[in-house]
């Protein structure tokens, strides 16, 4: 059964450091992988999604990393801001499956200080 | 595009209640998802659909829970009898073909008193 791990659960640093949030999955068989954003008490948003061909996807000064073969991915932060403080949560479209269906973490909550 | 939409963005009930959550994906998504999000369990699927038909189901967790999706812009989530440990915050997300992510809507807060 597919599991997604995030650590570290919490985060905080100080306005401008370059950050690494860190995922990893037990099961090396997927479709895709995607970051998402939450604010509280909001929905998810969407940062990347790399797809299980792919090593990274960048966004501004997001930059994602997949490495299927060790089942783990990494979100990079370049020079953080108060706004980036939220939840970030990783998750992971299973092989075999819908291409649809997702396997969530619990999240990292990350809080940028000023 | 609007995104996904969902309603009532907030509901409180008493135990025993009917409780509706409603949900337009966006316009050309196949795929419609209804997750459930608490503190303890972290989002877990409920159920999903593929071109308005349920694919998995396997996550609801009891009878009291049911979901539709008569055509592709509308799904609802219904639990009849709600209960307290049905409190939760209650996504819908849809999905285009060919796994290029979901996206979500604002959610659902579900209060069962």
């Known amino acids: 059964k597919q599991e997604v791990t995030q650590i570290p659960a919490a985060l905080s640093v100080p306005e401008g450091e370059n950050l690494v949030l860190n995922c990893s999955f037990t099961d090396s068989a997927i479709y895709n992988l995607q970051w998402f954003r939450q604010d509280p008490g909001k929905g998810l948003t969407s940062l990347l999604l790399i797809q299980s061909s792919q090593r990274e996807q960048t966004s501004g000064r997001l930059n994602a990393s997949l490495d299927k073969s060790s089942g783990r991915s990494t979100l990079y932060i370049a020079a953080s801001q108060p706004g980036d403080s939220a939840t970030y949560l990783c998750?992971?479209?299973?092989?075999?499956?819908?291409?649809?269906?997702?396997?969530f973490g619990k999240g990292t909550k990350l809080s940028v200080k000023p | 595009d609007a995104g996904v939409i969902q309603s009532p963005r907030h509901e409180v009930t008493e135990m025993g209640q009917e409780v509706t959550l409603r949900c337009k994906p966006i316009?050309?998504?196949?795929?419609l998802f209804w997750y459930r999000q608490t503190m303890m369990r972290g989002l877990e699927l409920l159920i999903y659909f593929n071109n308005n038909v349920p694919i998995d189901d396997s996550g609801m967790p009891e009878d009291r829970f049911s979901a539709k999706m008569p055509n592709a812009s509308f799904s609802t989530l219904k639990i009849q009898p709600s209960e307290p440990r049905d409190s939760a915050v209650y996504f819908c997300?849809?999905?285009?073909?060919?796994?290029?992510?979901?996206?979500f809507g604002p959610g659902t807060r579900l209060t069962v008193t």
């Open positions: 316009s050309g998504h196949d795929y």
């Open positions: 997300a849809s999905s285009p073909p060919s796994g290029a992510g979901q996206y």
């Open positions: 998750a992971v479209s299973p092989a075999g499956g819908s291409q649809g269906n997702l396997i």
